[in-house]
């Protein structure tokens, strides 16, 4: 049982450029949220899902897209890097919606934007 | 914005010794979570304690809630270098449809 897994751990963008930061979970959760993390600033949800299908905005989802194909994955979609997205993402999970829910945190990506 | 927000921002005391966090926040809630982070880790889920509940207890942990204040403590007893880390209050935001918003936290350091 992995829980929340995250890859890539860490990376390195230029301007500019696209990427897809990638979860997974194995827990059958049907809800899952990506936050950043900045100094100071604590977590700020971007986006959230409720299950497959169905994902919706959260508070900072500018520049960010996200999909739920599966229960399982929950990518993230950077479309054109920016040096205000170097950060750490978060991806988390809970059974049913986080509020009411304990939600399990993978390791992180951090990423920086040259 | 953020819904919780911890004080004091960072705590240094010797292990063995009690440490307590605050946590206030704006809007009635349902549930209020606290969470752990060690350095370079994703958080841990600690303890969630309900609106209808005045203290909970887990292990080292004590976990107060006054809604009447809106606010909330977390203290940790006989505290161990072990506990160092960053410790962050969480609570349903309306506006998200009842997703976790996360206060900045409050950075705990035990020295041995």
């Known amino acids: 049982n992995a829980g929340v897994t995250q890859t890539p751990k860490f990376q390195v963008l230029k301007t500019g450029q696209s990427m897809t930061l990638q979860c997974a979970q194995d827990?059958?959760?049907?809800?899952m949220s990506w936050y950043r993390q900045d100094p100071g600033m604590g977590l700020r949800l971007i986006h959230y899902?409720?299950?497959?299908?169905?994902?919706d905005q959260g508070e900072v989802p500018n520049g960010y897209n996200v999909s739920r194909s599966t229960t399982e994955d929950f990518p993230l979609r950077l479309l054109s890097a920016a040096p205000s997205q170097t950060s750490v993402y978060f991806c988390?999970?809970?059974?049913?919606?986080?509020?009411?829910?304990?939600?399990?945190f993978g390791d992180g990506t951090r990423l920086s934007i040259l | 914005s953020q819904q919780g927000e911890e004080d004091p921002q960072a705590l240094s005391i010797q292990e063995g010794e009690n440490a307590t966090m605050n946590c206030s926040y704006k809007?009635?809630?349902?549930?209020l979570q606290w969470y752990r982070q060690n350095s370079g880790r994703g958080l841990v889920h600690l303890i969630l304690?309900?609106?209808?509940?005045r203290e909970k207890h887990s292990g080292r942990l004590r976990v107060t809630l006054d809604t009447s204040k809106k606010s909330s403590s977390l203290l940790i007893t006989a505290s161990r270098a072990a506990d160092t880390a960053s410790y962050f209050c969480?609570?349903?935001?309306?506006?998200?449809?009842?997703?976790?918003?996360f206060g900045a936290g409050t950075i705990l350091r035990v020295k041995s």
């Open positions: 827990m059958n959760h049907e809800y």
């Open positions: 304690i309900r609106s209808n509940e």
């Open positions: 988390a999970s809970s059974l049913m919606a986080g509020g009411y829910q304990p939600q399990h």
């Open positions: 969480a609570t349903p935001n309306f506006e998200y449809g009842n997703k976790l918003v």
């Open positions: 899902s409720v299950g497959a299908g169905i994902t």
């Open positions: 809007t009635s809630i349902n549930n």
